[in-house]
């Protein structure tokens, strides 16, 4: 079994030894977890004493009231972020205001509950917490261990499908009982709201589809002599209802037969990812322009667009397992950082190879050369 560390931060005697009775004997299980968690609970009654605990045994979790004697909890997690500690915050207090909440969300704190809380509500942040402590350390041992870790990660992801399932059947219930009336314009809302989610839990599994045949080993091939323009063609039209939505233009540019021997399925695995992320990540009234030729001994795929660009950094690790771009522009962007790695390994199967190039906030370009 597997233990984090709480450290309970509160003046309040009768607070912390109430969190302490609730966690001392609680534990956290999921499915895709090797073992239990269960929680060593430390105490601290002033900001003072909690950073001491702190520094001297770094713990995982901090339930951290804002008023307290001497130094406040505010002032607590501004130490906690200037030192850069991995460690997960939760403001608890009974003088919440939105001014608290906002620095406090700002400062790193991971969540934020008002007293008086129940032992239900305590419970479920911490759930969330262990989950999250539990997806960051597989994460991260993402590149230094094999197969079997990156599937057990693959399992995660797939128990996260649970949440949209979840909002999605909340919804329908919503619209069987008739709650909103017998008008249909008042049920828009949420009709767009499941769509939404739909959508991302097909990419999901899609991307998970696609991962898991490709990291199994070298999938059954079923190469033929195939048109790269129909195959291209067949991508836009998938994509091409995101792309309305988002108002970007796809353009390809070259009607004449592209013929090379190649796997139609993986082709269109290739055109898919390239396509919707050149749309998923472009500017409103973008463009995304495709051309396909043959030069010398390569047949060369090339997708542009003039979306929000990547930074130099960031291109190095594109190809990467479950990376995703994390800035400002993309904080409302779902994926499952699993299409261009897919991409690289299916260019990678044929002995071909990738490029990008981008200038960020103008536009990339994805050019892959497959050998004839």
């Known amino acids: 079994m597997a233990s984090l560390k709480i450290l309970v931060v509160d003046d309040e005697i009768g607070i912390r030894s109430g969190v302490i009775r609730i966690l001392q004997n609680f534990e956290v299980d999921y499915p895709f977890m090797d073992e239990k968690f269960n929680f060593e609970l430390l105490e601290a009654a002033s900001g003072e004493e909690a950073i001491k605990i702190i520094d ?27 030192h850069l500690y991995d460690i997960f915050v939760v ?34 942040s911490i759930e969330n917490i262990t989950k999250q402590i539990f997806l960051k350390r597989m994460a991260q041992k993402l590149n230094k261990a094999g197969k079997e870790i990156r599937f057990q990660f693959l399992s995660v992801l797939s128990h996260e499908l649970k949440a949209p399932i979840n909002a999605i059947e909340g919804y329908l219930k919503i619209m069987k009982d008739k709650q909103f009336g017998d008008n ?15 959508k991302g839990m097909k990419t999901l599994i899609l991307d998970l589809l696609d991962f898991t045949k490709i990291e199994t080993g070298m999938p059954k091939q079923n190469i033929q002599e195939i048109d790269l323009i129909k195959i291209a063609e067949i991508s836009i039209d998938t994509v091409r209802p995101y792309a309305i939505q988002k108002d970007v233009d796809i353009y390809l540019n070259n009607k004449h037969p592209v013929i090379i021997k190649a796997d139609p399925g993986e082709m269109e695995i290739i055109f898919n990812n390239l396509l919707s992320n050149a749309v998923k990540y472009n500017k409103d009234k973008g463009r995304v322009d495709i051309y396909i030729r043959k030069e010398n001994n390569y047949c060369v795929i090339k997708v542009d667009d003039t979306g ?16 995703r771009i994390k800035n400002e522009q993309t904080r409302h962007i779902t994926g499952s950082g699993l299409g261009l790695s897919i991409v690289k390994k299916i260019v990678d199967m044929y002995q071909g190879k990738i490029e990008v190039k981008s200038i960020y906030g103008e536009g990339s370009s994805f050019i892959i050369f497959l050998p004839l």
């Open 56 to 82: 001297e045994q770094k713990p995982d979790i901090i339930l951290l009231d804002n008023k307290l004697p001497g130094i406040q909890g505010i002032e607590v997690l501004e130490y906690i972020k200037k």
């Open 91 to 124: 403001m608890i207090t009974s003088y919440a205001s939105l001014e608290v909440a906002v620095k406090a969300t700002r400062d790193g704190a991971y969540d934020f509950i008002p007293k008086p809380f129940t032992p239900q509500e305590l419970r479920s």
């Open 184 to 198: 249909i314009d008042n049920y828009i809302q949420i009709i767009d709201r499941s769509l939404e989610r739909i």
């Open 308 to 323: 929000i660009g990547i930074s130099q950094e960031d291109c190095k690790k594109l190809f990467t397992d479950f990376f």
